[in-house]
């Protein structure tokens, strides 16, 4: 089971599967939040190792937002 909670500074982290070869999910937990999941948690402190990491798993960390309507 994974927790980060309130980390001393901002804390990237990606879900993989078993065979460490699928992200299933992803986030960012900011000092003053906590993110607990049955799954376990791979970390990073640093955004440009942890962006580069999904980008060459085909997923965009920071996709466009939604034009308004």
Request: hydrophobic share 25%; no cysteine.
């Amino acid at each position: 089971m994974g927790h980060i909670h309130y980390p001393s500074q901002t804390t990237y982290w990606i879900i993989f599967n078993d065979n460490q070869t699928v992200v299933k999910g992803y986030g960012v937990t900011e000092p003053n939040q906590f993110t607990d999941s049955v799954f376990t948690f791979t970390t990073y402190l640093d955004e440009t190792e942890w962006k580069t990491i999904l980008e060459q798993h085909g997923i965009d960390p920071d996709p466009d937002p939604e034009p308004p309507e």
